[in-house]
T-cell receptor
Framework: EDQVTQSPEALRLQEGESSSLNCSYT??????LFWYRQDPGKGPEFLFT???AGEEKEKERLKATLTKKESFLHITAPKPEDSATYLC????????????FGQGTTLQVKP | EADIYQTPRYLVIGTGKKITLECSQT?????MYWYQQDPGMELHLIHY???????EKGDLSSESTVSRIRTEHFPLTLESARPSHTSQYLC??????????????FGNGTRLTVT
């Protein structure tokens, strides 16, 4: 069964304290892995798509990496505005468009 | 900037009422989706559509129905609301599955409370 597990469930950081969020997945042929950011009261906002092991994507203080079993979202020198819930989702082959989501990691960055 | 709109943003309604949650997108996307999200839980797909006159049930059993008469519009209807339907409902769209890696664009959701 296709499954996505994110850890930790919650993470508190001081401003400037770098860390990583984990997304472990089991899927019958990975078509793509997606990272989203969700602010309270809003819908998820797309961040990255990763397609194959070894791939990396960067956007400002965020860098996403992918292996055959997991993805990491590295946050370098975070700021309070990076506080949000980060969602990971996978798309299996033959399952066009349908995403399987993890439960998310809620990040709080304190000034 | 989101080009997908959901109304209402909040809805409190009594048991047994019929409700329709509206979703419209201006991006011309063929694929549209409805997800259900409870606090601290993963998003679950309840309905999706490949295009006009196409609707499919998702992975999560739902008593709701959807229709797709126009490309831009994908409303979700509950014929008789129950307290178990209390949740956040998120609508999303993406480009055609031929470009299957296209990310989903989400609306800001409708938070439904059934009393």
């Amino acid at each position: 069964e296709d499954q996505v597990t994110q850890s930790p469930e919650a993470l508190r950081l001081q401003e400037g304290e770098s860390s990583s969020l984990n997304c472990s997945y089991t899927v019958s042929g990975l078509r793509g892995l997606f990272w989203y950011r969700q602010d309270p009261g809003k819908g998820p906002e797309f961040l990255f798509t990763l397609y194959s092991a070894g791939e990396e994507k960067e956007k400002e203080r965020l860098k996403a990496t992918l292996t055959k079993k997991e993805s990491f979202l590295h946050i370098t020198a975070p700021k309070p505005e990076d506080s949000a819930t980060y969602l990971c989702a996978v798309q299996a082959r033959g399952n066009t468009g349908k995403l399987i989501f993890g439960q998310g990691t809620t990040l709080q960055v304190k000034p | 900037e989101a080009d997908i709109y959901q109304t209402p943003r909040y809805l409190v309604i009594g048991t047994g009422k019929k409700i329709t949650l509206e979703c419209s997108q201006t991006m011309g996307h063929d694929k549209m989706y409805w997800y259900q999200q409870d606090p601290g839980m993963e998003l679950h797909l309840i309905h999706y559509s490949y295009g006009v006159n196409s609707t499919e049930k998702g992975d999560l059993s739902s008593e709701s129905t959807v229709s797709r008469i126009r490309t831009e519009h994908f409303p979700l209807t509950l014929e008789s609301a129950r307290p178990s339907h209390t949740s956040q409902y998120l609508c999303a769209s993406s480009e055609y599955p031929g470009q299957g890696h296209s990310p989903l664009h989400f609306g800001n959701g409708t938070r439904l409370t059934v009393t």
